[in-house]
């Protein structure tokens, strides 16, 4: 059967997509996932249903891909979560629904993609989202099929509050929503967990979606690659179920993520030329930026042991506080960030268990790193993931700043607001903290991925020779090809990147709906 569209993906933008362009009953769409597909809400797992109340540990999931990882020269293969499911890494995630600051979209304003700056995209956040705490105001909706939430001053945690007011006692400002374009400070995070519930796109998307006989969503479908002729997209080559047969439509949209489209554009021979006859792909469009631009959020630990007796619940939330400010000499505002997590685990990579507490920890994330990465293909085997070089800390800014936030959580957490608390410090230790050379090496080997990878395929003009896609989303130099997910951005927003990559496809679903 031929359609009009074929969405590859059913993640944070695909499912967004298929969605909206299926509103039309004259447009017929195909929604592809390699994931399993749950139609009703008590069909789905408890560790997708549910945020945090639940023994399972989403890193060893089957819902998971279970990427790895190389964070830096001197650090040990990392974990790199990504959603197998629809809803994608919505479905999995740590359901923080945070926005980009407004300088973030500016800045892909002014690298040539001049409608995506604050002021155009804001439409499209409110759009997204219904704000259970600031309804109907100027920047917030009570309309979206998201929906989000803030947890209240008697529902945190002791630690959280802790950490509250430790952040207040050093002089950090409130910042009671931190979705507002000039927030700043210590506050609540908004979370997309209305009564302990991940509304994840699935939820809020597909399912008032389902009905239409205009869509038809194919779950536990891997997509092998795209077929062209010339270098116009007539179809998908996929496999299911051990077999292997070709969709076609008259419109491609990749929405597989930062990880999944530029594997299936390098599979589909678009790419650098060299890399793709050093894998003896045949060369459809040497395109060079596909896989380049690998952008994340460094992230790093603070651990600290609890006192005996400290109440640790492993089914409350993990979550409440977040810090977000602006690095000492940078001219990125918010380009630091701090979480509060009230129950620490080892690491799954290093033995850890979901169910056995360490501790508590501060999740030290640099929101906006000067170093860049690259994604490559190992194997020509669509099955095979490939090479994930994050290259983390690369830059001497992304060091200093990395630094300065490993002290900033090493400081609130000696504040006196957790002497009940805290029993010691497990890492970094006092002898990895004794110099900038010593702190370097800790976080160089320590540092790991904030789950937001994005970039590989990133949106600009023509003239950008490492720009993958134009601002509307289709393909440089090919047709009825476009991407629409996290891997499009120019740079990584200073936030969590899910609310982002939702309105990136709610901006072209809607650039395709208006002829654009």
């Known amino acids: 059967m031929k ?56 890193m060893t999931s089957d819902h998971n891909w279970q990427y790895w990882g190389k964070a ?31 300088e973030d979209y500016d800045s892909w304003a002014a690298m040539g993609n001049d409608e995506w700056s604050f002021t155009q995209c804001l439409s499209y956040l409110r759009t997204i989202e219904t704000d259970s705490d600031f309804p109907d105001d100027d920047f917030h909706s009570s309309e979206g099929p998201i929906i989000a939430r803030r947890f209240k001053q008697d529902e945190l945690l002791l630690e959280q509050a802790a950490f509250q007011a430790s952040c207040r006692a050093a002089g950090f400002p409130e910042s009671p929503d931190h979705n507002h374009p000039e927030a700043s400070g210590i506050g609540p995070i908004p979370f997309n967990n209305p009564n302990g519930i991940r509304f994840s796109t699935a939820i809020g998307y597909l399912t008032p979606s389902r009905h239409r006989l205009n869509l038809t969503i194919r779950p536990n479908c891997t997509t092998r690659r795209i077929i062209f002729e010339g270098k116009k ?98 001219e990125y505002r918010n380009d630091m960030m701090i979480l509060m997590q009230s129950y620490a685990t080892e690491r799954v990579d290093r033995g850890g268990e979901r169910m056995e507490p360490l501790g508590i920890r501060m999740l030290g994330v640099l929101d906006l790193a000067m170093s860049a990465g690259e994604l490559r293909l190992t194997s020509t085997d669509p099955n095979e993931q490939p090479s994930l070089d994050y290259r983390y800390l690369q830059d001497p800014f992304d060091r200093q700043r990395m630094r300065e936030m490993v002290r900033t959580c090493v400081s609130l957490g000696a504040d006196e607001k957790f002497e009940d608390i805290v029993e010691y410090r497990i890492e970094p230790t006092d002898e990895e903290l004794e110099s900038d050379d010593a702190l370097d090496a800790f976080c160089a080997r320590d ?70």
Not at 488 to 504: D, E, K, Q
């Open 233 to 330: 997209a007539v179809g998908v080559e996929v496999e299911s179920g051990g077999e292997v047969f070709v969709a076609e439509a008259e419109q491609i949209v990749l929405s597989s993520g930062a990880i999944g489209s530029p594997q299936i554009m390098l599979l589909s021979g678009v790419g650098p030329a060299d890399h793709l006859k050093e894998m003896g792909l045949p060369v459809v469009h040497d395109l060079p930026g596909v896989g380049q631009n690998l952008r994340d959020h460094p992230m790093i630990y603070v651990t600290f042991k609890t006192k005996e007796g400290h109440p640790m619940d492993g089914f409350a939330p993990r979550v409440q506080m977040g810090l977000r400010w602006t690095a000492d000499g940078s």
């Open 447 to 516: 540092v790991t991925t904030g789950q937001h990878i994005s970039g590989t395929c990133k949106m600009g003009p023509a003239s950008d020779g490492m720009a993958v896609v134009d601002q509307h989303g289709r393909v440089h130099g090919l047709e009825n090809l476009r991407i629409a997910d996290a891997s499009v951005m120019p740079n990584c927003i200073r936030a969590n990147t899910n609310v982002t990559t939702m309105m990136i496809g709610e901006r072209i679903a809607d650039f395709i709906r208006n002829g654009g």
């Open 3 to 58: 359609y009009d569209v074929i969405v590859v993906g059913a993640g944070s933008a695909g499912s967004i997509m298929a969605s909206r362009l299926s509103e039309d009953p004259d447009r017929s769409v195909l929604l592809l996932e390699a994931g399993p597909d749950y139609p009703e809400f008590e069909q789905l797992p408890d560790e997708v249903k549910f945020g945090y109340s639940t023994a399972t540990d989403i």
């Open 72 to 102: 830096t020269e001197t650090s040990p293969p990392m974990m790199v979560p990504r959603g197998k499911v629809t809803g994608g890494s919505s479905a999995i995630n740590g359901q923080v629904f945070l926005r980009g600051v407004p």
